[in-house]
């Protein structure tokens, strides 16, 4: 993949309005998915799970937890991608991470392993929105849904936690012809968002 710069991931990138129509194949959400699982979390536990909704039936189902405001956005999304995360990650840890009694350790503190693996698990899936983005995919992260519907109807077999939503799609054919930007929404300046201490 060629060298990107941050003005393709940050600057000239905005969250769609609409997305197109054209499907997304399973092998560009494997090299998605290859390239997100190379981000850093602590300790490489790589707590977060994707599940991707592609097909009409799965959209659907998830139609019921959504707010309203994200109904139309989601179903007219090729794919929706519910960011998950396992609480019982550190399952994994021994081949992940070489350091002796790591799983011990989070197995032992309940509070630990469930914040390690809600922070790691949405910064991962962080790394996917700029992933998507890399690969020349729109990411519209969505926070309105109800995560109990949802882990019933798609992740109660497996355990996992869903945190957010992320509709996935190429961009709109009109949007890319347009040679206007949209206009950013205000964002705070480094006074009211940093301290140098």
């Not at 097909?55 to 007219?76: F, I, T």
């Not at 949405?122 to 882990?151: C, H, K, N, W």
Request: charged share 20%.
């Amino acid at each position: 993949m060629p060298s990107i710069g941050y003005e393709h991931l940050f600057t000239k990138h905005h969250t769609p309005q609409k997305l197109s129509s054209r499907p997304i194949e399973e092998g560009v959400l494997k090299e998605l998915y290859d390239v997100v699982k190379l981000g850093p979390t602590s300790g490489n536990c790589q707590p977060a799970r994707f599940v991707f909704l592609t097909s009409g039936d799965a959209h659907e189902r998830l139609k019921p937890a959504l707010s309203a405001g994200n109904v139309h956005k989601a179903m007219e999304a090729p794919v929706i991608a519910i960011i998950a995360h396992d609480p019982l990650f550190f399952e994994q840890l021994p081949r992940l991470n070489k350091t002796k009694d790591l799983r011990e350790w989070f197995a032992g503190d309940v509070g630990l392993s469930e914040e390690t693996a809600f922070r790691n698990g949405t910064l991962q899936g962080a790394y996917l929105i700029l992933a998507a983005r890399a690969l020349g995919l729109a990411a519209m992260p969505m926070s309105g849904f109800d995560s109990t519907m949802v882990e019933e109807e798609f992740l109660k077999d497996t355990g996992w936690r869903a945190n957010f939503l992320v509709a996935l799609g190429y961009p709109h054919e009109t949007s890319a012809q347009n040679s206007e930007p949209p206009q950013r929404a205000p964002r705070l300046t480094f006074e009211e968002a940093c301290l140098c201490l």
